[in-house]
């Protein structure tokens, strides 16, 4: 049987074989069809307003080895640091002074900040400013996200990155995808918004492979769906693999947007990393978020998740003001909330 584009785009749900038809549509005309249905969506569910989230990454030590990624504690090629706690918390007051209502805490799987101290930084930035405070600090223990739910923090972020079981143990080293996605629903449990995500051309990955990352955060019921292009990054084992298609991130973006509706779904930097104008193309396919880097000199240019990542020896404040230029140039406000999730309204 056909499928028809007019009738799966205005579908409530999509089944597997739609979203992988909707992924592998070729024809510019129908593309930008797609398109215009994301930003249709995105404009119903979440309005005109973008959302900013100041993120801080304090430290780029970490125990893992993901293949992917520049940070890996295999990679001796770069310089490791840790901001003190006194740091990230003038930096968090920063964020807040420019308007910005959401800090992101992100490092690698570092343990030396146990949980004391990451809750004593949620707590502080908590006291200090009303923002909501975002965690990104990778698989951690459950009576850590409990703890730290309790100093205040609103939301974690822990990308499932594959929703393919075996690719995900590849390239985790033997992980199982069943104990992120586990993480995951705990969180949920504990009262955060989570944000889930996934990166797009890792090596072996397939269409349906990416199918089944929109069903997972569907099911799920996430609060953030972060999907960027995956870029090779040096020393790393795919070093020279090639990066993943502006396109294909797009494409994924809109059916993510049409698919889970009232969701906050950012404009990587990853994006904007590849594409001159990555923000407002990603803007324009169901994205309204932006995540600016605040992290300050030294260490901005250490962490290096990939390689050539865009804006890694600006000035963060400058960024900041690149990037509310961007958006209102293709017409769209900036939010002064704190940009909590569609989500938590229906209950109210
Ligand atoms: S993806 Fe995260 S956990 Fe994996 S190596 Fe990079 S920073 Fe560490």
Request: glycine share 6%; aromatic share 8%; proline share 4%.
């Amino acid at each position: 049987m056909s499928l028809n584009l007019i009738q799966i785009l205005n579908q409530e749900n999509f089944t597997r074989d739609e979203i992988i038809f909707l992924l592998n549509l070729q024809k510019e005309e129908e593309i930008k069809q797609l398109f215009v249905k994301a930003d249709e969506i995105r404009k119903i569910y979440c309005g005109d307003e973008v959302h900013l989230r100041g993120v801080i990454e304090f430290s780029n030590y970490c125990d893992e080895n993901c293949m992917y990624c520049g940070l890996r504690d295999d990679n001796f090629s770069i310089s490791r640091y840790r901001m003190s706690p006194e740091e990230i918390i003038e930096t968090a007051k920063l964020i807040s002074n420019v308007g910005i209502k959401t800090v992101v805490l992100q490092s690698g799987e570092d343990g030396y900040f146990d949980t004391d101290m990451i809750a004593y930084v949620i707590y502080t930035i908590k006291q200090n400013s009303d923002v909501a405070v975002t965690l990104s600090l990778g698989d951690r223990g459950f009576e850590e996200y409990r703890n730290w739910k309790i100093a205040g923090a609103d939301r974690y972020l822990l990308k499932h990155e594959t929703a393919n079981p075996r690719l995900y143990s590849i390239y985790h080293n033997g992980e199982h995808l069943d104990d992120r996605v586990g993480h995951l629903r705990y969180l949920k449990s504990l009262g955060y918004q989570i944000g889930s995500g996934n990166l797009i051309g890792l090596p072996s990955q397939t269409i349906p492979d990416l199918a089944d990352d929109i069903l997972l955060m569907h099911e799920l019921g996430v609060n953030m769906a972060a999907v960027g292009p995956f870029i090779p990054s040096p020393f790393t084992p795919y070093q020279n693999r090639k990066h993943g298609s502006v396109e294909l991130t797009l494409k994924t973006m809109a059916v993510t947007r049409i698919l889970l509706k009232d969701v906050h779904i950012p404009a990587t930097t990853a994006l904007d990393s590849l594409d001159n104008f990555g923000r407002e193309k990603g803007l324009n396919c169901g994205a309204n978020v932006v995540m600016p880097n605040f992290t300050p000199h030294p260490y901005r240019e250490n962490y290096t998740i990939y390689s050539n990542k865009r804006g890694i020896n600006d000035d963060p404040e400058l960024v900041h003001k690149s990037i509310l230029n961007r958006i209102q140039s293709i017409g769209r406000k900036i939010s002064h909330t704190r940009g909590d999730s569609p989500k938590l309204n229906i209950n109210i």
